[in-house]
């Protein structure tokens, strides 16, 4: 059977002994109190929700998946997803984070980041039930009517009604310029909402009394293409002005999709026909809001895969000290037994290794990001969030495709440790490949993500946030340039960190000639920018890991990080030479190709 432990140790030493986030938490006044004492023991509790209450459903809700009566258009969840659901709500989990004004907890984003990291190991498919939740949640907190906050927010950050986000048609993608969706304005101030929308996750289900839609509209006179979107809230139940629920809203699941992954969570195709509906924000100004749970989204997409990238990690690492299979290559290890454990092969070490590197390096990214994204919204000092914001505008595509690609590397990797038996689903490797891989298409694929790091982040700022994280790399390279026990982590950095300054200004050059030379390059691009972040991190995270072994410290964690570090150095770090090369090789080669693809 599949075994999850919570990664507590690694998790406490990137945000107290990496990050110190506690000193950073400090400076806002309402986290001023909170201590790692407090931060670790939340953990340890969300830990065993995850463990106990969501893991053990994973298998068995992706067999059953969820079921739609087409009759009332209401989706059945699998066994036990109801009941955790309400577990999670009455334990306070869904208000961890969320603005006392309206009941939360008002913990910091940390926290949050490290309880749904576990939960997506345990469960991405129910973990998306309230996942979805928050970027709603944070939408209308952020660009709702004070009526509208008094209706929805506290019943959302109880967790008694979920949140979804309703973008794209069958037509669209992630063109949203171009869907047909209709908000007629009613005399009363309200919108009457006509349209159908896809791939809504949670879209539907019965796990929560109500369920309340954020819809992107146009309005009748609305501009063409991007401009003319407007955002509304659509309640699945109307809310009477006593807070009471309603009459049935308009919307409902007209179907679920055949998925190949995530097969517990209800993705629905939304049919809505004349449902009311009010406006968050201005008129034709909806990505304004829709942006706020985009991009909360795509930093909880790259969380999900490294939930599944861990969880994977695990069990691979299991797996392959319990299989005997073949004699090591360097003679019998196990001379009790008429095979070698299958962890002695250097192969199946690599497959292990890249997991745990990407999982370890993943968490350092998400941690730093989501401390980022508590001093944008908290920090006194507007400097400190100005800057915040620019760094993790920087770094949120990043944090969605590089994590969500690795995420489906490792998980292939480590299904392919398990052999045959990695094929066949009661093991859950299978799985957690078939749940990786929408990571890397939903909340604007990998792609579009690499586009918006290269054409926007990037190149349209002409580097400065780059070059702000370049600053915090040549700052570590100027710390530790001179100690020898540093140098197989620091030299790699400070190259990448000069090599990429010219990368980037000859892309830029070539993408003022033809644009399309920035689209061939942006994938590779994303990912050499990628490995730049995480051997930053990984450098820092040697560095600590030296500090604790020359003061005397011989617990066997830093050990085990300082030879982590050595593998992501000397064998995922290196992709990056043959990335630039293949991004200089420039779009030629692929848009010169009329022949070879008639």
């Given at each position: ?333 196990a001379k009790d037994k008429a095979a070698d454990p299958i962890i002695v092969h250097p192969d199946v070490r690599k497959m292990l290794l890249t997991a745990k590197a990407y999982a370890e390096g993943g968490r350092a990214l998400a941690i730093y990001s989501s401390v980022l994204l508590e001093k944008v919204h908290n920090h006194p000092d507007e400097k ?215």
């Open positions: 059977m599949p075994i999850y432990n919570p990664p507590l140790r690694d998790m406490q030493f990137v945000m107290h002994e990496l990050f110190n986030v506690t000193e950073d938490l400090k400076a806002m006044p309402q986290h001023a109190d909170i201590d790692a004492d407090t931060v670790n023991a939340v953990l340890e509790e969300a830990g065993k929700f995850a463990t106990q209450v969501i893991f053990p459903l994973n298998i068995s809700g992706d067999a059953e998946g969820c079921t739609l009566d087409i009759k009332t258009h209401e989706v059945t969840t699998p066994k036990g997803f109801k009941e955790a659901y309400k577990t999670y709500v009455e334990g306070g989990w869904a208000a961890l984070s969320c603005d006392p004004a309206f009941g939360g907890q008002g913990l910091p984003l940390v926290v949050n980041q490290c309880v749904y990291e576990m939960m997506n190991s345990a469960n991405q498919a129910w973990t998306m039930y309230p996942g979805l939740t928050h970027g709603a949640y944070a939408s209308l907190h952020s660009h709702g009517t004070d009526e509208q906050k008094a209706t929805y927010l506290a019943k959302m950050t109880s967790g008694e009604w979920t949140g979804t986000m309703c973008l794209t048609e069958p037509h669209c993608g992630t063109d949203l310029g171009l869907m047909r969706t209709k908000a007629e304005p009613q005399p009363d101030g309200t919108y009457k909402i006509t349209g159908n929308k896809i791939f809504i996750s949670a879209g539907e289900h019965d796990m929560a009394e109500n369920i309340v839609h954020l819809v992107l509209a146009r309005l009748p006179d609305a501009p063409a293409g991007i401009k003319g979107v407007s955002l509304f809230v659509v309640p699945k139940y109307l809310v009477n002005k006593d807070g009471s629920l309603g009459e049935r809203n308009s919307i409902h699941c007209g179907g679920l999709e055949h998925k190949m992954g995530i097969k517990a969570n209800a993705t629905a195709q939304i049919v809505i026909d004349g449902a009311i509906g009010t406006m968050v924000g201005k008129p034709n100004k909806g990505m304004q809001g829709m942006f706020v749970m985009m991009n909360a989204a795509r930093l909880g997409v790259g969380n999900q895969s490294l939930g599944l990238t861990e969880v994977a990690y695990q069990n691979a690492l299991a797996y392959a000290k319990d299989r005997i299979q073949m004699r090591s290559l360097s003679g019998v290890k400190v969030r100005k800057d915040s914001d620019e760094m993790l505008s920087l770094l949120t595509p990043i944090v969605k495709a590089f994590l969500t690609d690795n995420g489906y590397q490792a998980t292939t990797m480590c299904q392919q440790v398990f052999g045959g038996h990695g094929y066949i689903k009661e093991w859950g490797m299978e799985q957690h490949v078939r749940d990786a891989r929408i990571n890397m298409i939903y909340e604007g694929t990998n792609t579009i993500q690499s586009l918006d790091l290269l054409g926007r982040k990037v190149l349209g700022d002409n580097g400065a946030a780059l070059k702000k994280f370049g600053k915090l790399v040549g700052a570590l390279v100027m710390e530790e340039g001179v100690n020898e026990k540093m140098a197989e982590f620091i030299n790699p950095i400070a190259v990448l960190g000069e090599q990429i300054t010219k990368f980037t200004m000859e892309i830029g050059f070539k993408g003022l000639q033809n644009p399309d030379e920035v689209g061939a390059a942006a994938v590779d691009y994303l990912r050499v920018a990628g490995h730049l972040v995480f051997g930053y991190f990984w450098a820092r995270m040697a560095q600590v890991a030296l500090r604790e072994i020359a003061a005397g410290n011989t617990d066997p964690f830093y050990v085990a990080k300082l030879q982590t570090a050595r593998f992501y150095f000397a064998k995922l770090f290196p992709e990056t030479a043959t990335l630039m090369r293949t991004a200089r090789a420039g779009s030629a080669v692929l848009m010169d190709t009329d022949a070879a693809l008639a």
